[in-house]
């Protein structure tokens, strides 16, 4: 038998598979993942910032859940908060996303308690202004 034929084939077939996978690839419209893409990156940007600021402070707020499944924050400059916020975030139902204010306080303990106690993962984070500055901490936490 003669193999030149086959190879020749093999040839026409394998550049005919690059010739159609080329042609769906450039008709595949590629976009930014979101239309405020730059506006998010700020956004990230200044959580960097606020992260880098609480990392700073060293003896910082410590978010732990009690035997009651309430969140507990402790931390000695409550009375220097200028505003705050606390985000319970559960990444897989945004129904069950809580917010809440933090209030300056002589106490050095907050606690704050859950509407809905469902089982399962919650991104906690604290965010607050003290001396004019941002900070933000992160918790993860398993009801």
Do not use: C
């Amino acid at each position: 038998m003669n193999f030149g034929k086959w190879i020749v084939f093999s040839m026409i077939l394998f550049a005919g598979f690059l010739g159609v996978a080329m042609w769906i690839a450039f008709r595949e419209e590629v976009g930014m993942i979101s239309n405020d893409y730059y506006e998010e990156e700020l956004k990230h940007s200044q959580k960097m910032d606020r992260l880098e600021n609480a990392q700073a402070l060293g003896d910082g707020p410590a978010i732990s859940l009690d035997t009651e499944r309430r969140i507990v924050i402790e931390f000695a400059d409550f009375h220097k908060i200028e505003k705050g916020e606390l985000r319970v975030l559960r990444p897989n139902d945004p129904n069950l996303d809580q917010n809440f204010i933090i209030n300056p306080s002589d106490k050095t303990t907050q606690l704050f308690e859950l509407r809905n106690r469902k089982p399962g993962l919650y991104r906690i984070s604290m965010i607050w202004t003290m001396n004019s500055q941002d900070y933000q901490v992160e918790q993860i936490v398993i009801l």
